[in-house]
């Protein structure tokens, strides 16, 4: 995990645990702030990836109930908190995080996934043995692990556009925390698992009489108050510019907060299928507006090639979503200019940006089949055509996932039942973990104010009309409007475009082709002979309801499986 902490390194262990942690320095660089850190006054040791954005608050708060520090980290803050406050601790935390705490008078191990699981936590199981690590190819590397595919997984792989929800992934012997998760081991080996927060999408009686100019005030404020908190950092923030309006609302308002010269950067490709690669006409405007230092960064597809081999080796899981090598590339150059980043992903699924929320309004007794409908990549008829013997299954697992999902209390209708779906499961594992993996492997640290937990709770109380209005996030929009040009706000919706793994040809082909028809691939017989001439024969004939390729998909999950060593 080198490239995710490439400032420092340390380990600790004990008879029972050994902890291991690679640094990037955000907050309190000195040496005061390295990890593993040992709080030996209080018997408590802490490993931790992300930021704890309100720790200056909690700070003053345990020094005033007469807490001592050694250091100015985070860090130090969350084994403060949790002596003070107990398993509750995490309920005072606004930030992102995967926590492992160690008590050391009691033997017991907590681990902690924060809210929308911005920060990956992976386990991997055996009799008498836990290992857990910040990404699946660390527990891959360290061996022993039951590497055979999860047929389950495998569905729902092939039905979510990649996505396997947690605790699954794509391979028997590794799980994933949940988000809003602790993990509790006790001394005497048993586990104890519990969900500590969840948002509920109904409407709240003390906001009955709001109007849609309440909401946009609110939501303004509540967007406000996120971009701020992620500006905590002993090191300069920059932002991913777009040119879409979640991004561009990130840099007006921390042009609203005195940030001058602020770096902003986007990315571009070249066209392919009469498909343009970039969106630099609308980033070049915000980036006029708000006079920010302004990198526009364009990548030749022949440049983009071999990047593709390294963009896979950095995926925790396969991510067949296009922009994976395009963020990858993306940090890979903005990691020279800043180690932190503000990023606009989240907030079409809080605030209901994509095409399949409008049909949910009338989804009637069918709100899973309207979904469905919009959302699913193959039915079962379907996957199980494409998939050799051995993963074929007869029943349809994907759509209980989401029947069951859909069924559970907490959501008022059919629009909140998908909404609440996308933020607490689909966002998670795909555009939250795309970004994640592809920024950390450059060691560059990305922040998504759209996923600040109270936000989420602000949008999840507001009646979808408000979201659904002016073609989707008409809340969002009316409340940018007040800090951003119309132009970016009334624009097409745009997607991260990457021509060249849309629209399949040459060597980018030529390697799916070499993955799926390589003697590992024949081996493992995931896929049928008969599928695979079916879309070798017209690469690019077949799309997934959100536009994905569905060789790339096959091709996707081959390569991964090889670089990973599967």
């Not at 080198?2 to 942690?21: E, N, Q, V």
């Not at 902690?112 to 590397?141: H, M, N, Q």
């Not at 343009?276 to 006079?291: P, T």
């Not at 013997?389 to 859909?406: K, N």
């Amino acid at each position: 995990m080198g490239d995710r902490g490439p400032d420092a390194s340390g380990t600790w262990s004990d008879d029972r645990l050994a902890l291991a942690h690679r640094r990037l320095k955000i907050i309190d660089l000195s040496d005061a702030g390295a990890q593993p850190m040992v709080d030996a006054e209080l018997g408590v040791t802490v490993v931790f990836n992300g930021c704890i954005y309100n720790y200056k608050q909690l700070r003053e708060e345990l020094q005033q109930a007469g807490y001592r520090f050694f250091s100015t980290s985070d860090t130090e803050v969350i084994a403060k908190a949790y002596r003070a406050w107990g398993d509750d601790f995490v309920d005072r935390l606004a930030g992102m995080f995967a926590i492992c705490l160690y008590e050391r008078d009691t033997g017991r191990t907590l681990l902690v996934r924060d809210r929308l699981g911005i920060k990956p936590l992976y386990l991997s199981e055996r009799p008498g043995r836990v290992r857990f690590a910040s990404t699946l190819p660390a527990l891959l590397a360290g061996g022993g692990v039951n590497t055979d595919i999860d047929p389950i997984a495998l569905h729902h792989y092939l039905t979510f556009h990649s996505i396997v929800p947690a605790p699954r992934t794509i391979l028997m012997g590794v799980r994933k925390v949940p988000p809003a998760t602790m993990l509790s081991f006790e001394a005497d080996g048993s586990l104890r698992e519990r969900e500590y927060w969840t948002p509920s999408f109904t409407r709240d009686p003390a906001k009955s009489d709001w109007s849609a100019r309440d909401w946009r005030d609110a939501v303004l404020d509540s967007v406000r108050t996120a971009v701020r908190r992620r500006l905590v950092a002993d090191v300069p923030v920059g932002v991913l510019l777009s040119g879409g309006l979640d991004s561009s609302l990130v840099v007006g308002l921390l042009a609203e907060e005195g940030q001058t010269g602020l770096a902003t950067f986007s990315i571009g490709f070249e066209a392919a299928g009469g498909e343009d690669g970039d969106e630099f006409k609308y980033s070049d405007v915000i980036a006029r507006e708000f006079a920010t230092d302004h990198h526009q960064i364009r990548v030749p597809t022949e440049r983009m090639l071999p990047a593709l081999p390294k963009a896979i080796a950095a995926m925790s899981e396969p991510m067949v979503s296009h922009d994976a090598v395009a963020f990858y590339l993306l940090s890979q150059e903005v990691a020279r200019h800043v180690k932190v980043v503000q990023s606009g992903q989240g907030a079409d699924e809080v605030f209901a940006g994509y095409h399949w929320y409008p049909p949910m309004r009338h989804a009637g007794d069918d709100p899973v089949g309207t979904y469905e409908k919009a959302f699913f990549d193959a039915d079962l008829a379907a996957r199980n055509a494409a998939l050799g013997p051995d993963y074929q299954l007869t029943a349809d697992v994907s759509r209980a996932f989401i029947e069951a999902h859909f069924a559970r209390p907490g959501a008022a209708g059919p629009v909140d039942q998908a909404l609440r779906c996308d933020t607490t499961i689909m966002l998670v594992d795909d555009p939250v973990k795309r970004v994640d993996n592809m920024t950390m492997a450059a060691g560059l640290e990305a922040r998504v104010p759209f996923l600040d937990h109270e936000l989420v709770e602000l949008a999840a109380s507001c009646p979808p009309e408000h979201k659904l209005a002016n073609d989707g996030k008409g809340v969002l929009k009316e409340a940018a409007r007040h800090v951003i040009p119309d132009a970016v706000i009334d624009r097409p919706k745009g997607y991260f475009p990457v021509p060249a793994l849309k629209h399949l040809s040459g060597p980018v082909l030529e390697l799916v082709r070499d993955a799926l028809h390589s003697p590992a691939a024949r081996d493992r017989g995931l896929f049928t002979s008969a599928e695979l001439r079916h879309h070798f024969a017209n690469p690019n004939g077949e799309l997934t309801p959100l536009r994905g390729n569905r060789l790339w998909q096959l091709g996707l999950l081959e390569m991964w499986l090889q670089t990973h060593g599967i």
